[in-house]
Nanobody, 122 residues
Framework: QVELVESGGGLVQAGDSLRLSCAAS????????MDWFRQAPGKERDFVAG????????YYADSVKGRFTISRDNANNTVYLQMNSLKPEDTAVYYC???????????????WGKGTLVTVSS
């Protein structure tokens, strides 16, 4: 069992930056690829960014490529999402999720956090 807890969300203005963190309870954190997803009101949960178990590979949704950066610290069981040049359309609840293999599919995730709200005002 892996518990994931996100933090770092908040209210910012367009153009600002935020860094989200996701802390995992399990010492087996490095066995899991990690993804960030987001869900805006009334919409489906969408893939945002992912990182391989070692951190050597990263992948992004086209909508955030060049603005967001995912990273991980396996020694501290934490994955991060650095979000720059935020736009109002980035407003959503952001979730981290763990999977034993790299994938963009929310249905494939083994564990989910409860989410953190990011609101970007124009």
């Amino acid at each position: 069992q892996v518990e994931l807890v996100e933090s770092g969300g908040g209210l910012v203005q367009a153009g600002d930056s935020l860094r989200l963190s996701c802390a995992a309870s399990s010492g087996t954190f490095s066995r899991y690829a990690m993804d960030w997803f987001r869900q805006a009101p009334g919409k489906e949960r969408d893939f945002v960014a992912g990182i391989s178990r070692s951190g050597g590979s990263t992948y992004y949704a086209d909508s955030v490529k060049g603005r967001f950066t995912i990273s991980r610290d396996n020694a501290n069981n934490t994955v991060y999402l650095q979000m720059n040049s935020l736009k109002p359309e980035d407003t959503a609840v952001y979730y981290c999720a763990a999977c034993l293999y790299t994938t963009r599919s929310p249905r494939a995730m083994d564990y989910w956090g409860k989410g953190t709200l990011v609101t970007v005002s124009s």
